[in-house]
């Protein structure tokens, strides 16, 4: 009994492993990339230094976090290695991303509002 289970489980297995695999290969191209969500207008810079959600969608909300995680990081070791505030490194990448923002991507202006780039 315990072959014939074996064998079951190892027919099953040939048939679902080309399937799992298919999936497992499509995960990195179903997510969304920063340069997408730029383009698609989900995301848009700030001068705080970190990204917003324009969108608030699941993907969208997700991807905002892992990038201002990562960023958040990056200008604390910055501000840890040049002896400045943190909030001083944010603000000057984010004047320097939202002035490198490219044509048609939003950022978000020192009043608030959502400018779409010309």
């Known amino acids: 009994m315990w072959k014939h289970s074996l064998k079951t489980a190892v027919t099953c297995f040939k048939w679902l492993l080309p399937g799992a695999v298919l999936f497992m290969l499509s995960l990195p191209a179903m997510a969304l990339t920063l340069q997408q969500a730029r383009e ?16 608030n969608d699941s993907e969208t ?11 958040a990081a ?26 490198r923002a490219k044509s048609g991507e939003y950022v978000r202006g020192v009043n ?4 779409q780039k010309p």
């Open 40 to 55: 698609q207008g989900k995301v848009g810079e700030t001068f705080s230094g970190y990204i917003a959600a324009r969108s």
């Open 74 to 99: 990056s200008y604390r070791q910055l501000a840890e290695q040049n002896n400045v505030p943190l909030s001083d490194v944010a603000h000057l990448a984010g004047s320097k991303l939202v002035e």
């Open 61 to 71: 909300t997700a991807l905002v976090a892992k990038i201002n995680q990562a960023r």
């Open 112 to 115: 608030g509002l959502w400018l």
